[in-house]
């Protein structure tokens, strides 16, 4: 079945609300593709001034995930990998998009409810951004580091 789902994210220090479809399985129902749009806010520390606080710009991430299968009756462990497409806020930066990957690791804990399956996901993992704030000194990066994210999805 293929799925959608939203949920809340942590991104390198940035909070993000993001929206997602998942492919049905494939390959032995071993693998699926996620596409992934999160609307991000600058809140990370590092960032905070009165100009750039809270600004607002998007990530897209396309991704392969892999399923080692059902650990129980109703939880799944799962791996993701694939690329990451930002649209930074012209505060930062003065690209208009800019290229990276990730990867992450997430567990999948699901109702029972055979007619549409919904679960609830934990995700944790590292973004790691080719591009840089180059408008702040230094131009240090924005989008590397740790990533944890929660949410829900239903599958159809």
Not at 28 to 51: C, G, K, N, W
């Amino acid at each position: 079945p293929f799925g959608i789902g939203f949920g809340l994210a942590d991104s390198a220090g940035n909070f993000g609300l993001n929206i997602e479809i998942s492919s049905p399985t494939f390959a032995h129902d071993f693998l699926m593709v996620r596409a992934e749009s999160q609307i991000d806010y600058l809140s990370s520390p590092l960032f905070a001034t009165s100009e750039n606080d809270w600004g607002i710009f998007s990530t897209h991430r396309l991704g392969l995930v892999g399923s080692s299968g059902w650990n129980s009756d109703t939880i799944r462990l799962y791996g993701e990998f694939g690329g990451i497409l930002c649209l930074p806020t012209t505060k930062i930066s003065e690209d208009t998009m800019q290229f990276g990957i990730y990867g992450l690791f997430g567990f999948e804990f699901f109702f029972m409810d055979t007619s549409t399956p919904i679960a609830y996901y934990i995700e944790a993992g590292s973004d790691g951004l080719f591009g840089k704030a180059d408008k702040i000194a230094g131009s240090p990066s924005y989008y590397n580091g740790f990533s944890t994210k929660t949410g829900m999805r239903v599958y159809f």
